[in-house]
């Protein structure tokens, strides 16, 4: 059975500090990895990768996959209060049902001020 | 651009009732999905459709059936609600093409009581 694992679940920190979340897997026939950020509603795209070693970027954020090691890290720099929220990663595969894309339980990230 | 729709956004139910949550998306995607979000769980996927008039089982459909009779449309139902289906529910769509995110619905609050 697929499984998408986040770590930690949850997560203070304050305002400049930096932080790393991290996402495993196990699936077959992986194709992609994504990440979303979740506020009060729906789930909103950051990320997504389906290469190895290759980083992406958008400000303070960035992520990076490692197919090897099967995981892929989300990494926050100069965390601000808006940035409070919870991380979901999900993987997308085409295993026994296409097109399955599995959501892991998310880290919930509090940024004091 | 409306995106995915779901309706209702609020709904209280009664044990035993039944119901039915409508998804709609204008993107022409072929790719549907119904998740439940409960505290700490992240999105657990219910059902899947990957094109108009399939559908497949995810994480957790027991207590739900679902419906594809249109490409735009996807319905979840709930034949005899139960409590432990209290939850807020998401819908998302996406593209068949592996590289392509997963947009999501504002989301639908369910209580049964």
């Known amino acids: 059975e697929d499984k998408v694992v986040q770590s930690p679940l949850s997560l203070v920190v304050h305002e400049g500090d930096t932080v790393t979340l991290n996402c495993s897997y196990e699936v077959t026939n992986f194709r992609s990895l994504l990440w979303y950020k979740q506020e009060k509603k729906a789930p909103t795209f950051l990320f997504m990768l389906?290469?190895?070693?290759i980083e992406k970027k958008s400000g303070r954020l960035s992520s990076i996959l490692d197919k090897k090691e099967l995981f892929s890290i989300l990494n926050i720099t100069a965390t601000q209060t808006g940035d409070s929220a919870v991380y979901l990663c999900a993987d997308l595969n085409y295993g026994g049902s296409q097109g399955n894309l599995i959501f892991g339980k998310g880290t919930k990230l509090s940024v004091k001020p | 651009n409306a995106g995915v729709t779901q309706t209702p956004k609020f709904r209280v139910l009664k044990t035993g009732q039944s119901m039915t949550l409508l998804c709609a998306q204008d993107m022409n995607h072929e790719y549907m999905y119904w998740y439940r979000q409960d505290p700490g769980m992240g999105l657990r996927l219910i059902h899947y459709?990957?094109?108009?008039?399939?559908?497949a089982k995810g994480e957790v459909p027991d207590g739900y059936n679902v419906s594809r009779l249109k490409k735009q449309n996807f319905l979840l139902g709930l034949e005899s609600a139960a409590p432990s289906q209290t939850s807020v529910y998401f819908c998302a769509s996406r593209e068949e093409q592996a590289g392509t995110e997963a947009f999501f619905g504002q989301g639908t609050r369910l209580t049964v009581v």
């Open positions: 459709s990957v094109g108009e008039g399939t559908t």
């Open positions: 389906t290469s190895s070693g």
